[in-house]
């Protein structure tokens, strides 16, 4: 073979090692994107301000490790510079299980608000990589265009190789990846993908590979010895990392277990008593549907409820109504599964729907239902979707004429403004909306509160339990009104704005949200 055959071959093969490159870094950069929002979903939630963070940091690491890469590339940076950097690439990857183990215990006994807990968490643990990936692209770019003059169409391979490994990587992470192994392994996946193209790029360097292998070696063993591996989900989905603890230290007999969804606890139930209502905002909320149930004459109870979780009101509503009829729709299947298994729930008798609560309540029949409830939370916050008058008039459609519509929703006191333009928006469809509580008070604190609404008159101001836990709970409408913004002020929710982040500024901006 002839030296410029040979320098030809030469250069095919390294311009495929360069797309090579770009295209998986690309791909596993977008996985570590993705993988973000759930590893850090147990102690941030999901949320639009978490969301928010993850992608300006991302791209601003990207951007900032273009502009590095581009002076570096111009001042010598070569073949060998690109490997390395895609080595430490690879480490800062599986730094991110050390970084949290050292972040973590800081930042949750800070008092950062929400949206400034999001920024940090995500900027000190995924800042780096996004920066070491972004030099990367320049660097290859450059070195591909002195291997094939024709510039235009280097740069188009490239720009479409990095994005095509973009989508990738989204798709494939957030359609599969997660769910079939979880975060931990698709972070350590990256960490071991960009190795492997180091490698690549620095085969006949054994020294840089022999250094950068020392250096793996000291990161992983750091992160062993904080148990940085370590997944503490009991299931991890698309949707949340699910954990069961044991509560039952709480109780005086028997064996009571909570659920865990992402950071917030979405229900407790008791083994030996169904009944049993740990949470006085899901006592008041089985007291109401009793109190509905009293005034069907005799026919059966016919309820719809938005979530499930731990299942713990349709438990309870089947122990107290062996015959009525129960109607579930809950997003995510592994929560229906793990509240099967190990939660004490049985549903044999009821009917799930494992889809999305609005979508799952237009396909039932109009007026049928006696009650619906609301219980659907992403963090702190009810989707958007499932607040907004649109959605309002479906409910109202689905009730029967005497039926109700329930739900809780988390708002600060003492000016919940969630709760006040959810007020306002209830109104538009029903003659009676009350809100409660168990205590008002004027001192600022983060509460859950239960709305009603029904075209029935309005239940007494003050509500005692008659079963369970001795409580009582109060109307507090009135001392809504009377405190706060005003209610001209308070927009009306329509599914072409229903701006819920900003009416829970209040907790997502303060320490009261976390």
Same mark, same amino acid.
């Given at each position: 073979?002839?030296?410029?055959?040979?320098?030809?071959?030469?250069?095919?093969?390294?311009? $495929?090692?360069?797309?090579?490159?770009?295209?998986?870094?690309?791909?596993?950069?977008?996985?570590?994107?993705?993988?973000?929002?759930?590893?850090?979903?147990?102690?941030?939630?999901?949320?639009?301000?978490?969301?928010?963070? !993850?992608?300006?940091?991302?791209?601003?690491?990207?951007?900032?490790?273009?502009?590095?890469?581009?002076?570096?590339?111009?001042?010598?940076?070569?073949?060998?510079?690109?490997?390395?950097?895609?080595?430490?690439?690879?480490?800062?990857?599986?730094?991110?299980?050390? @970084?949290?183990? %050292?972040?973590?215990?800081? +930042?949750?006994?800070?008092?950062?608000?929400?949206?400034?807990?999001?920024?940090?968490?995500?900027?000190?643990?995924?800042?780096?990589?996004?920066?070491?990936?972004?030099?990367?692209?320049?660097?290859?770019?450059?070195?591909? /265009?002195?291997?094939?003059?024709?510039?235009?169409?280097?740069?188009?391979?490239?720009?479409?190789?990095?994005?095509?490994?973009?989508?990738?990587?989204t798709f494939l992470t957030g359609y599969v =990846?997660?769910?079939?192994?979880?975060?931990?392994?698709?972070?350590?996946?990256?960490?071991?993908?960009?190795? +492997?193209?180091?490698?690549?790029? @620095?085969?006949?360097?054994?020294?840089?590979? +022999?250094? /950068?292998?020392?250096?793996?070696?000291?990161?992983?063993?750091?992160?062993?010895?904080?148990?940085? &591996?370590?997944?503490?989900?009991?299931?991890?989905?698309?949707? &949340?990392?699910?954990?069961?603890?044991?509560?039952?230290?709480?109780?005086?007999?028997?064996?009571?277990?909570?659920?865990?969804?992402?950071? %917030?606890?979405?229900?407790?139930?008791?083994?030996?008593?169904?009944?049993?209502?740990?949470?006085?905002?899901?006592? =008041?909320?089985d007291e109401l549907i009793s109190l509905q149930?009293?005034?069907?004459?005799?026919?059966? %109870?016919?309820? &719809?409820?938005?979530?499930?979780?731990?299942?713990?009101?349709?438990? $309870? %509503?089947?122990?107290?109504?062996?015959?009525?009829?129960?109607?579930?729709?809950?997003?995510?299947?592994?929560?229906?599964?793990?509240?099967?298994?190990? /939660?004490?729930?049985?549903?044999?008798?009821?009917?799930?729907?494992?889809?999305?609560?609005?979508?799952?309540?237009?396909?039932?029949?109009?007026?049928?239902?006696?009650?619906?409830?609301?219980?659907?939370?992403?963090?702190?916050? !009810?989707?958007?979707?499932?607040?907004?008058?649109?959605?309002?008039?479906?409910?109202?459609?689905?009730?029967?004429?005497?039926?109700?519509?329930?739900?809780?929703?988390?708002?600060?006191?003492?000016?919940?403004?969630?709760?006040?333009?959810?007020?306002?928006?209830?109104?538009?469809? &029903?003659?009676?909306?009350?809100?409660?509580?168990?205590?008002?008070?004027?001192?600022?604190?983060?509460?859950?509160?239960?709305? !009603?609404?029904?075209?029935?008159?309005?239940?007494?101001?003050?509500?005692?339990?008659?079963?369970?836990?001795?409580?009582?709970?109060?109307?507090?409408?009135? +001392?809504?009104?009377?405190?706060?913004?005003?209610?001209?002020?308070?927009?009306? =929710?329509?599914?072409?704005?229903?701006?819920?982040?900003?009416?829970?500024?209040? /907790?997502?901006?303060?320490?009261?949200?976390?």
């Open positions: 073979m002839s030296a410029v055959a040979s320098k030809g071959v030469s250069s095919r093969r390294r311009m $495929a090692a360069y797309a090579v490159a770009i295209f998986l870094s690309s791909a596993g950069l977008m996985a570590l994107e993705i993988t973000a929002a759930r590893l850090l979903a147990p102690y941030i939630g999901v949320s639009l301000y978490s969301w928010t963070a !993850i992608i300006g940091v991302v791209l601003g690491g990207i951007s900032l490790g273009n502009w590095i890469g581009g002076i570096w590339v111009d001042r010598g940076a070569d073949e060998r510079s690109a490997g390395w950097i895609l080595g430490i690439g690879g480490l800062a990857c599986v730094a991110i299980l050390l @970084l949290l183990t %050292l972040v973590a215990p800081a +930042l949750q006994g800070s008092e950062l608000g929400l949206m400034s807990l999001s920024f940090v968490y995500v900027a000190a643990l995924f800042l780096l990589p996004a920066l070491l990936l972004g030099i990367v692209t320049p660097i290859l770019t450059t070195l591909a /265009l002195r291997l094939d003059a024709r510039t235009g169409r280097v740069i188009g391979m490239i720009d479409a190789l990095g994005a095509l490994g973009s989508i990738v990587g =990846l997660i769910q079939a192994f979880g975060t931990r392994s698709i972070i350590l996946g990256t960490a071991a993908m960009l190795a +492997l193209l180091a490698l690549l790029l @620095l085969w006949r360097s054994w020294r840089s590979i +022999l250094s /950068l292998s020392m250096m793996a070696l000291i990161v992983i063993g750091l992160t062993a010895w904080r148990n940085g &591996f370590a997944n503490h989900c009991d299931r991890e989905t698309n949707y &949340f990392c699910i954990r069961v603890v044991d509560l039952s230290q709480e109780v005086e007999e028997g064996q009571m277990r909570g659920m865990v969804l992402d950071h %917030l606890m979405h229900g407790i139930n008791h083994r030996e008593y169904p009944t049993l209502l740990m949470s006085p905002y899901v006592h =008041l909320m149930a009293a005034g069907n004459e005799g026919r059966p %109870l016919r309820t &719809f409820f938005s979530g499930g979780g731990a299942y713990t009101q349709p438990r $309870a %509503l089947r122990m107290k109504y062996p015959d009525a009829e129960i109607v579930v729709a809950e997003l995510d299947p592994a929560v229906t599964e793990m509240a099967k298994r190990r /939660l004490y729930y049985d549903g044999g008798q009821d009917r799930i729907i494992h889809s999305d609560g609005r979508q799952a309540l237009l396909d039932m029949p109009v007026r049928h239902f006696d009650v619906i409830v609301g219980d659907v939370f992403h963090d702190i916050a !009810i989707p958007q979707h499932l607040v907004t008058r649109e959605y309002i008039d479906l409910v109202e459609s689905r009730l029967t004429a005497q039926g109700m519509y329930l739900m809780n929703v988390v708002d600060a006191q003492p000016d919940p403004r969630l709760v006040k333009s959810m007020v306002k928006t209830l109104r538009t469809r &029903f003659s009676n909306v009350q809100v409660w509580l168990q205590t008002w008070d004027e001192t600022p604190a983060r509460m859950t509160y239960v709305l !009603i609404a029904s075209n029935n008159p309005p239940f007494p101001p003050r509500l005692m339990s008659q079963r369970g836990f001795n409580r009582q709970w109060q109307d507090v409408s009135h +001392l809504l009104a009377s405190t706060g913004t005003d209610y001209d002020r308070i927009p009306i =929710l329509t599914d072409d704005y229903a701006p819920v982040e900003s009416l829970l500024s209040t /907790l997502l901006l303060t320490e009261l949200g976390r």
